[in-house]
Structures are given as structure tokens and as C-alpha cells.
């Protein structure tokens, strides 16, 4: 009988242990002063130890698991080494990170939250409720906070807010307000909210963004510059693997050694580094938001920067990626909403001669589409439409990468660059609009 193991946990779960983690050793480091040389000391900590084994139980409902989970552990020893380093020993009073549905796991020392909501709660609620933010990472991307006096500064925010709160004021005009009190409280240490990701080799990095003035006149003169796209119009083989999991479903997920697109397009952006100082690769994957969903389900959009590739800058808002899109004119050329695009072979003969027209045009713009040929790219999306053998829904999300890339290298090389320089922010949740936070990666 298998045994299940954190490496079998559904991502959000991982995600939720990890970052409960994270926060837990922290609270060690600065709160309780508690010093790790390495990561074996965290091991060694009886009480550190025994807690991530109890967060692992308790969320995850998995037992500790060394061979996978000691990777983690690497990562929170150069997470709290790099973090002690760049903000020092405030006296944090909490270390939080909301439990997630279901489980609201509370660190030793912690409070339970105040009127039975955590700081995480509170601020997701307040910025839904004020600027109409419906998904807290949308404006801020922080994985967890470390407080001062959480009650004073709750008390003190919605005061501070209010005062400012102007009812003929735009929600933008009054969400710079709002999040210029955010930036004072980061400064001083009051409140420091944190995106974590996993750390690669080498010690972890530190980044402070969206907290000063610097770094917003840095964004308003970085230009960056598409260098290349790869959207492969050859096929790979659908595994029995893939083909198994659609039956045990009752799904058509296309038949085993069967003909398949692959489910992404590449963008490749290039910061040079003028403004910077230092230059910086970023991969941007396309896909389609659920790669499993029969129905289909429209793109997202996902930098990566190459000197960090464990660590992605997160997926870009999609409403904010929309948006960039009608201000740079590509959405004459892109059909939003995926359950318009052809859903089964009939329906793509249709519209076949606009996808040779696009596919020819992406060649000639030096797009990789994996060495075919426009005829052999559209008998590659024909199979793949087959709906016994194939799998129409990637084809479908296959015809919407090609419309967005299509449309992007309509636009003249300088408004095609400023379009991608605004992507790769929009990801980090870089700019005015978004609140500050620090990133550990």
C-alpha cells in the first residue's frame, strides 16, 4: 500500500505548509533569537523541528518525510539567514499566514486574530470591500506579515484611511493613499509583508518592491525588449498516463500515443540593465489557465527570470494583462473569451484560412514554430482536434496563443517592447497601484 507523502499533496496545500513553515522559522530567528548556522540546526532545534513536523501533520495530514522535505528545509535556513541580514531583529509580535480553507493553523506565541480574523483576513476583506480588489494578491502578493502591535496598527490603518478617504476621489487616487501608508509601516518595520518562493542554489535574494521612491522612478524608466517568442506548432504523444486520468474521470483526454500539441507558448523579455545596473532574462510562459480542463479555460501568463528560474514572479493579474492589451491595441486581434475560439475540427476548417494567414506571418516575424511549415501546422492542429484520438481543448487554447502572439507582432517594435516591459511588472506586482512588499526567492 503507497504511502502518501508531501510530494503527492495538491500544490495549494505544499504551498500553504511551506509558507507556514517559513513564517515559523522566522518567529525562531527574530522573535525568539533562536540562531541557525545551517539547516541542520533547524533540524537539531527540538522546538523548531517538532512544529514543522506538526504543521506538516496538521495541514497536510502527512507524516515528515526527510528525503523530500529536507530541500525545504535548506530553503528556510537561507531565507532567514538572507532576511536577518537585510531588515535585522524588529520586535515582530506576529508571524502570520492564514491556515486556508478549512485549516486555520495558528503558530505558537501568535494570536488567533483579532474579532476572529487574522491580519491576512482583515486586509483581504478591507481592500475587497474599499477599492473592489477581489483577490487579495491582486494587489498585494505577500505570502505572510510580520507585525508589530497588530492591534494598534489595525486601529491605526483604518483611521489613517478614513481621514484620507475622500467619496468624490477616484478608487485609484485613493488606493495610492492607501498604499502609501503601507509603504511608511514597511519602512519602519511595522508591518513587513513577504512573497516567498523556494530558493535555488546559492543564498537567497532580497527584494524591496513597491516600497520606495527609487524603485518607482526606476520603473518608469526601465524599457525592456522582446527578444524572441517559441510557440512549437509540431506534436509530442499523448501518455497513457494523461489518457488513463481522463478515463478514470469519464473524460476524453485523447488516446494513448495519439498525436498532441505541446501546452505553451514562450515569450523571451530582456531588461539590458541600463537603469538597473544589472541585466536580467525572463522566460514568459502562455498557457492555459487549467492544462486538465476538458472545457478549456482561457491564458495566463507567468514570468520567470532566468537568474532565479525556481523562483517565478508570479502569474500576471489577467483583468490587468486584459487591460494592457486595449491599451496597446492587441485586443483587435484576440478573442478574450476562449468558448468563442472553434471547438471541434468543423469549426476550425471554418476559420482555417485566418490561422494559415497568422501562422505565415509569425514564420516570416522569426517566431520558432518548431521547424514546420504552415500546411504541416495546420494538420498538426487538425489532429489534435480529433475528438477520439486528439485533444481538442489544447488545440483550442493552442489557436488562442497563436492570436495573442499574432497580435503582439502587429505593433511596432517600440510599443511591442513597452507592452512587454509593462507585462513582466504587472507579474511582479510592480507599480503605484500595488502594495509594498518584501521578496525572499
Same mark, same amino acid.
Not at 481621514?163 to 468624490?168: H, L, P, S, V, Y
Given at each position: 500500500?503507497?504511502? /502518501?507523502?508531501?510530494?503527492?499533496?495538491?500544490? $495549494?496545500?505544499?504551498?500553504?505548509?511551506?509558507?507556514?513553515?517559513?513564517?515559523?522559522?522566522?518567529?525562531?530567528?527574530?522573535?525568539?533569537?533562536?540562531?541557525?548556522?545551517? !539547516?541542520?540546526?533547524?533540524?537539531?532545534?527540538?522546538?523548531?523541528?517538532?512544529?514543522?513536523?506538526? %504543521?506538516?501533520?496538521?495541514?497536510?495530514?502527512?507524516?515528515?518525510?526527510?528525503?523530500?522535505?529536507?530541500?525545504?528545509? #535548506?530553503?528556510?535556513?537561507? *531565507? *532567514?539567514?538572507?532576511?536577518?541580514?537585510?531588515?535585522?531583529?524588529?520586535?515582530?509580535? #506576529?508571524?502570520? @499566514?492564514?491556515?486556508?480553507?478549512?485549516?486555520?493553523?495558528?503558530?505558537?506565541?501568535?494570536?488567533?486574530?483579532?474579532?476572529?480574523?487574522?491580519?491576512?483576513?482583515?486586509?483581504?476583506?478591507?481592500?475587497?470591500?474599499?477599492?473592489?480588489?477581489?483577490? /487579495?494578491?491582486?494587489?498585494?502578493?505577500? +505570502?505572510?506579515?510580520?507585525?508589530?502591535?497588530?492591534?494598534?496598527?489595525?486601529?491605526?490603518?483604518?483611521?489613517?484611511?478614513?481621514? @484620507? =478617504?475622500?467619496?468624490?476621489? $477616484?478608487?485609484?487616487?485613493?488606493?495610492?493613499?492607501?498604499?502609501?501608508?503601507? @509603504?511608511?509601516?514597511?519602512?519602519?518595520?511595522?508591518?513587513?509583508?513577504?512573497?516567498?518562493?523556494?530558493?535555488?542554489?546559492?543564498?537567497? *535574494?532580497?527584494?524591496?518592491?513597491?516600497?520606495?521612491? $527609487?524603485?518607482?522612478?526606476?520603473?518608469?524608466?526601465?524599457?525592456?525588449?522582446?527578444?524572441? !517568442?517559441?510557440?512549437?506548432?509540431?506534436?509530442?504523444?499523448?501518455?497513457?498516463?494523461?489518457?488513463? @486520468?481522463? =478515463?478514470?474521470?469519464?473524460?476524453?483526454?485523447?488516446?494513448?500515443?495519439?498525436?498532441?500539441?505541446?501546452?505553451?507558448?514562450?515569450?523571451?523579455?530582456?531588461?539590458?540593465?541600463?537603469?538597473?545596473?544589472?541585466?536580467?532574462?525572463?522566460?514568459?510562459?502562455?498557457?492555459?489557465?487549467?492544462?486538465?480542463?476538458?472545457?478549456?479555460?482561457?491564458?495566463?501568463?507567468?514570468?520567470?527570470?532566468?537568474?532565479?528560474?525556481?523562483?517565478?514572479?508570479? /502569474? !500576471?493579474?489577467?483583468?490587468?494583462?486584459?487591460?494592457? &492589451?486595449?491599451?496597446?491595441?492587441?485586443?483587435?486581434?484576440?478573442?478574450?473569451?476562449?468558448?468563442?475560439?472553434?471547438?471541434?475540427?468543423?469549426?476550425? %476548417?471554418?476559420?482555417?484560412?485566418?490561422?494559415?494567414? &497568422?501562422?505565415?506571418?509569425?514564420?516570416? +516575424?522569426?517566431?520558432?514554430?518548431?521547424?514546420?511549415?504552415?500546411?504541416?501546422?495546420?494538420?498538426?492542429?487538425?489532429?489534435?482536434?480529433?475528438?477520439? =484520438?486528439? *485533444?481538442?481543448?489544447?488545440?483550442?487554447?493552442?489557436?488562442?496563443?497563436?492570436?495573442f502572439l499574432y497580435a503582439l507582432y502587429t505593433l511596432p517594435k517600440k510599443k511591442r517592447d513597452?507592452?512587454?516591459?509593462?507585462?513582466?511588472?504587472?507579474?511582479?506586482?510592480?507599480?503605484? =497601484?500595488?502594495?509594498?512588499?518584501?521578496?525572499?526567492?
Open positions: 500500500m503507497a504511502i /502518501k507523502t508531501s510530494a503527492s499533496l495538491p500544490e $495549494s496545500t505544499m504551498t500553504r505548509m511551506q509558507e507556514l513553515g517559513s513564517a515559523w522559522v522566522f518567529k525562531r530567528a527574530i522573535q525568539d533569537n533562536v540562531i541557525f548556522n545551517s !539547516a541542520n540546526d533547524i533540524l537539531n532545534d527540538k522546538v523548531t523541528y517538532n512544529e514543522l513536523k506538526k %504543521i506538516w501533520k496538521t495541514v497536510g495530514k502527512v507524516d515528515w518525510n526527510n528525503d523530500i522535505d529536507y530541500t525545504w528545509v #535548506e530553503t528556510f535556513y537561507k *531565507q *532567514q539567514a538572507t532576511l536577518l541580514q537585510k531588515i535585522g531583529k524588529p520586535n515582530f509580535t #506576529e508571524f502570520c @499566514r492564514d491556515g486556508g480553507k478549512g485549516v486555520n493553523y495558528i503558530l505558537p506565541g501568535s494570536s488567533s486574530g483579532i474579532n476572529g480574523k487574522t491580519f491576512m483576513s482583515w486586509i483581504s476583506d478591507l481592500v475587497k470591500e474599499e477599492f473592489n480588489i477581489g483577490q /487579495k494578491d491582486s494587489w498585494n502578493p505577500a +505570502d505572510i506579515w510580520l507585525i508589530q502591535n497588530e492591534s494598534k496598527w489595525r486601529k491605526k490603518i483604518q483611521d489613517a484611511y478614513n481621514q @484620507r =478617504r475622500d467619496a468624490n476621489a $477616484s478608487i485609484e487616487s485613493e488606493l495610492a493613499k492607501f498604499n502609501s501608508i503601507f @509603504r511608511a509601516l514597511f519602512r519602519s518595520r511595522q508591518i513587513v509583508g513577504i512573497s516567498l518562493k523556494k530558493v535555488g542554489k546559492g543564498p537567497a *535574494q532580497w527584494k524591496e518592491v513597491n516600497v520606495s521612491g $527609487s524603485f518607482f522612478r526606476k520603473l518608469e524608466t526601465t524599457e525592456m525588449t522582446l527578444t524572441g !517568442a517559441k510557440c512549437i506548432l509540431g506534436t509530442t504523444k499523448i501518455t497513457e498516463k494523461a489518457a488513463a @486520468r481522463g =478515463r478514470e474521470k469519464s473524460e476524453r483526454r485523447g488516446l494513448g500515443g495519439a498525436a498532441t500539441l505541446l501546452q505553451d507558448t514562450v515569450l523571451y523579455i530582456t531588461d539590458p540593465g541600463i537603469v538597473s545596473g544589472k541585466k536580467e532574462d525572463y522566460t514568459v510562459q502562455i498557457k492555459a489557465n487549467s492544462s486538465t480542463d476538458v472545457k478549456g479555460s482561457n491564458l495566463k501568463w507567468e514570468p520567470t527570470p532566468k537568474s532565479a528560474t525556481s523562483a517565478r514572479l508570479g /502569474k !500576471a493579474t489577467v483583468e490587468l494583462v486584459l487591460d494592457l &492589451m486595449r491599451v496597446y491595441g492587441i485586443l483587435r486581434y484576440y478573442e478574450r473569451d476562449h468558448t468563442k475560439l472553434p471547438k471541434n475540427k468543423t469549426e476550425f %476548417i471554418a476559420v482555417q484560412d485566418d490561422y494559415e494567414r &497568422m501562422i505565415d506571418e509569425l514564420i516570416n +516575424d522569426g517566431v520558432n514554430v518548431g521547424g514546420v511549415d504552415t500546411v504541416t501546422a495546420i494538420i498538426n492542429i487538425k489532429e489534435t482536434y480529433d475528438r477520439f =484520438r486528439g *485533444q481538442p481543448y489544447i488545440a483550442k487554447s493552442k489557436l488562442q496563443q497563436i492570436q513597452a507592452f512587454c516591459t509593462s507585462l513582466i511588472f504587472t507579474a511582479e506586482k510592480a507599480g503605484k =497601484r500595488y502594495g509594498p512588499y518584501g521578496k525572499l526567492y
